[in-house]
Each structure stands twice: as structure tokens, then as C-alpha cells.
């Protein structure tokens, strides 16, 4: 029973992880396939978006 519980435990925690992945890096994955990267401040180039992590997407 007590493998039974772990597996389980195991099997939940990996789908939250991959929720939670996919959540937070969804912003970073939209701000690449415009072509821009993530970065605190957009110095030398024009803000296109947001990302997760940092709240900037420059192009």
C-alpha cells in the first residue's frame, strides 16, 4: 500500500512540475517566436511584449 501511495505522490507532483512549467515559460516561448529575448530593460531595442521572469521582451 505504502508503494502504492509514493507512485502516486510521484506521479502528481510531476504533472504539477510540468503544469507549472509550461505556465511560467509560456510568456518567454511566445516572446522567442517573435524573435525578441527577455531582458530587464530594453536599452538599444524597442519592447515588444512581457515575459514571466523579467517584464521585458526587447526586439
Given amino acids: ?3 502504492h501511495f509514493l507512485l502516486f505522490l510521484v ?3 510531476s504533472i504539477a512540475t510540468m503544469n507549472v ?4 515559460f509560456e510568456n518567454e516561448d511566445i516572446c522567442y517566436n517573435k524573435g ?3 531582458a530587464l530593460f530594453c536599452v538599444t ?9 523579467t517584464p521585458s521582451c526587447c526586439k
Avoid: E, K, P
Avoid at 47 to 52: D, E, H, M
Fill in 1 to 3: 500500500m505504502r508503494i
Fill in 11 to 13: 506521479l502528481l507532483l
Fill in 21 to 24: 512549467d509550461a505556465y511560467f
Fill in 36 to 38: 525578441g529575448h527577455c
Fill in 45 to 53: 531595442t524597442s519592447r515588444i511584449g512581457a515575459c514571466t521572469l
